[in-house]
């Protein structure tokens, strides 16, 4: 069975940086695979924040692109996001997934982690 | 960026009930849509993907269609569990963007 385990702080202070990992397990970190994370705000919908592949390219959001840094370890089966200068706005539920396709190369995002709570505050 | 409006944001029903969510793309993405349910503390849950394939293990009550740019989800049979949040998704091109979401209440 696939999985996704994410880890990382509960808490960061304002004008600090956000870091989590996801871990992979049941699988391998396959060509084709779109390693992804979306979060949630408070009382708000799902917001995408970016993408890895497994050779280290990237897509990002454009409102958060100057923030953002998402990388892979192909080795360790895990990939991260660092968001950088967070405030209060940063606070939300922050999701990773695998964004994968199928026979018909429709992409679907299958797999996800269980969700982090991050709340920015002093 | 593409964006999703996805009607109505709420939506009050009751079980057995049959209904409707609809999301409108703002230009033409082919069939790179997909529907997710979302429950407060739990992971997105994948539904439908490429317009209209119900993903793996979901029940057959849900399904999706397609009319050009405008797209459906449709759940027949409400059951207890349905009542949730549910959320558009559009893959056709970066960045990936969300429909506003569609909250169904009892």
């Known amino acids: 069975q696939v999985e996704l385990q994410q880890s990382g702080p509960g808490l960061v202070r304002p004008s600090g940086t956000l870091s989590l990992t996801c871990v992979l397990s049941?699988?391998?970190?396959?060509?084709?695979?779109?390693w992804t994370w979306v979060r949630q705000p408070p009382g708000k919908g799902l917001e995408w924040i970016g993408e890895v592949y497994h050779d280290g390219r990237t897509n990002y959001s454009p409102s958060l692109k100057s923030r953002v840094t998402i990388s892979v370890d192909k080795s360790k089966k895990e990939f991260s996001l660092s968001v950088t200068s967070v405030t209060a706005a940063d606070t939300a539920v922050y999701f990773c997934?695998?964004?994968?396709?199928?026979?018909?190369?429709?992409?679907?995002?299958?797999?996800w982690g269980k969700g982090t709570t991050v709340t920015v505050s002093s | 960026d593409i964006q999703l409006t996805q009607s109505p944001s709420f939506l009050s029903a009751s079980v057995g009930d049959g209904v409707t969510i609809t999301c409108r793309a703002s230009q033409d993405i082919a069939g790179y849509l997909a529907w997710y349910q979302l429950k407060p503390g739990k992971a997105p849950n994948l539904l439908i993907y490429g317009a209209s394939t119900l993903q793996g293990g979901v029940p057959s009550r849900f399904s999706g269609s397609r009319s050009g740019t405008e797209f459906t989800l449709t759940i027949s049979g409400l059951q207890p569990e349905d009542f949730a949040s549910y959320y558009c998704q559009q893959l056709s091109r970066s960045p990936i963007t969300f429909g506003q979401g569609t909250r169904l209440e009892i």
């Open positions: 049941g699988d391998s970190m396959n060509s084709g695979i779109w």
């Open positions: 997934a695998r964004k994968a396709f199928d026979s018909q190369l429709y992409y679907l995002m299958d797999v």
